[in-house]
T-cell receptor
């Protein structure tokens, strides 16, 4: 069965600094991988998804993620953090049309 | 385009009460799911449905019941509420596409069971 591990339940960065949120997955077949963002008191919004077309995936709001099969990782990055990036981020995995399995989330704080 | 609509947004129940959380989508998606979100636990799948008349259990189904009589609606029933069911509940509707499905989430229902 597939699973996701997000390293770090809370990450704090300074405004303008690099954002790196880590995600490792386990899957018995080539996976589909996703990053979602949740702003306070809101639902989840899709940031980006990996579908095997390209290992480097660009998403909304300047975020991108790189699929590394050898490391079973799908880390999320953004070159320069903005205050508006403060939110909770979830990595998720799916095997074909199976339901998404989510990681436990990483809360990103951005310090002015 | 409303997307996924959940009602109510907030609810307080007493232990033992029953209630139904409503979820409706207007995107004609076959696939719908219910998750609960608890601090430090991420989102856990309660039940899901791959089409009208078809439902299946997820990771944490106990204490919840679902049915899918139409494509648009996927209600979640709490049969006898318990404090352990205090949580935020999210309904999701999924488009199945080449390259993997994409889930669209409702705004959530915050439930407190006293």
């Amino acid at each position: 069965a597939q699973s996701v591990t997000q390293l770090g339940s809370h990450v704090s960065v300074s405004e303008g600094a690099l954002v790196l949120l880590r995600c490792n997955y386990s899957s018995s077949v080539p996976p589909y991988l996703f990053w979602y963002v949740q702003y306070p008191n809101q639902g989840l919004q899709l940031l980006l998804k990996y579908t095997s077309a390209a290992t480097l995936v660009k998403g909304i709001n300047g975020f991108e993620a790189e699929f590394k099969k050898s490391e079973t990782s799908f880390h999320l990055t953004k070159p320069s953090a903005h205050m508006s990036d403060a939110a909770e981020y979830f990595c998720a995995v799916s095997e074909g049309n199976t339901p998404l399995v989510f990681g436990k989330g990483t809360r990103l704080s951005v310090i002015a | 385009n409303a997307g996924v609509t959940q009602t109510p947004k907030f609810q307080v129940l007493k232990t033992g009460q029953s209630m139904t959380l409503q979820c409706a989508q207007d995107m004609n998606h076959e696939y719908m799911s219910w998750y609960r979100q608890d601090p430090g636990m991420g989102l856990r799948l309660i039940h899901y449905s791959v089409g009208a008349g078809i439902t299946d259990q997820g990771e944490v189904p106990n204490g919840y019941n679902v049915s899918r009589s139409t494509t648009e609606d996927f209600p979640l029933r709490l049969l006898s509420a318990a404090p352990s069911q205090t949580s935020v509940y999210f309904c999701a509707s999924t488009t199945i596409a080449v390259g993997g499905n994409i889930q669209y989430f409702g705004a959530g229902t915050r439930l407190s069971v006293l």
